[in-house]
């Protein structure tokens, strides 16, 4: 598999909606066109927002016809579908996210926190400004190794574009034997997760580094915090372990 990126709901619509005329359309064209090797992933919150923004300013006819560009692109092999994943992590950590800046929104603090838990994430590309320059946004993402991809910007330098740049970089990352070290370690991080026995740390956050718990604190912040000053070169994965009520699937 190639890189992978995560797209936000923007360039989503950009990429099914064809009677759109903003800039989406173009700049959404353009990241696919130039990283034909890319497997992007759109969240199941993506598309149902896509979708939801689309019928409320587009006939049944063009809701439809988007529906199906989805179907083909997901059939080719383009696009990929991304849940919110096992347990809810995702969720937790968007939540984390919202309190450190309370102008972010649910929608926005799902789709990175989405982005930063895939293990095969490498970059996440919006056109969202407030998304793109957004402080919490930005350590999240370099916390979880994710590049930030502003798609808006697509300024040439001796012909290649700062997207492709940023695109063929996360590919490169990627395909380097250091990376596929990064992915591996990930990989056993999660393996770690779905067998520990998580009893003792209930209700808190905990970092799994070189398959083990490394830190385990009250709040997102502190125990990031720790895992920096314990695995300043890994890639950890962060989760908040749930509670006895809470059900995991």
Not at 222 to 242: H, N
């Amino acid at each position: 598999m190639g890189a992978v990126t995560h797209l936000d709901s923007c360039l989503l619509r950009g990429a099914l909606d064809p009677n759109d005329k903003s800039e989406h359309r173009s700049e959404s064209r353009h990241l696919m066109n130039s990283s034909p090797d890319t497997c992007f992933r759109i969240s199941i919150l993506a598309v149902g927002e896509t979708l939801g923004k689309m019928a409320e300013v587009r006939d049944s006819a063009t809701c439809a016809e988007a529906a199906a560009e989805l179907s083909r692109l997901l059939r080719a092999g383009k696009m990929e579908l991304h849940g919110i994943g096992r347990g809810g992590e995702a969720l937790r950590l968007a939540v984390e996210m919202m309190k450190s800046d309370h102008m972010l929104t649910p929608t926005d603090a799902v789709l990175m926190a989405c982005a930063s838990m895939d293990p095969e994430c490498t970059a996440f590309a919006t056109t969202d400004k407030m998304l793109a320059e957004n402080m919490v946004i930005a350590e999240t993402a370099s916390t979880h190794g994710v590049k930030i991809v502003d798609a808006r910007r697509p300024v040439r330098k001796k012909g290649v574009s700062q997207l492709g740049r940023a695109m063929k970089t996360s590919r490169r990352q990627t395909t380097g034997s250091t990376s596929i070290m990064k992915a591996v370690g990930r990989n056993r991080n999660h393996q770690f997760y779905a067998k520990a026995d998580l009893g003792p740390y209930m209700g808190e956050w905990i970092a799994i580094c070189d398959a083990k718990i490394v830190a385990h604190r009250p709040t997102f912040k502190e125990v990031l915090m720790e895992a920096k000053r314990i695995c300043p070169a890994e890639r950890p994965l962060f989760t908040k372990v749930p509670t006895g009520e809470t059900m995991i699937f």
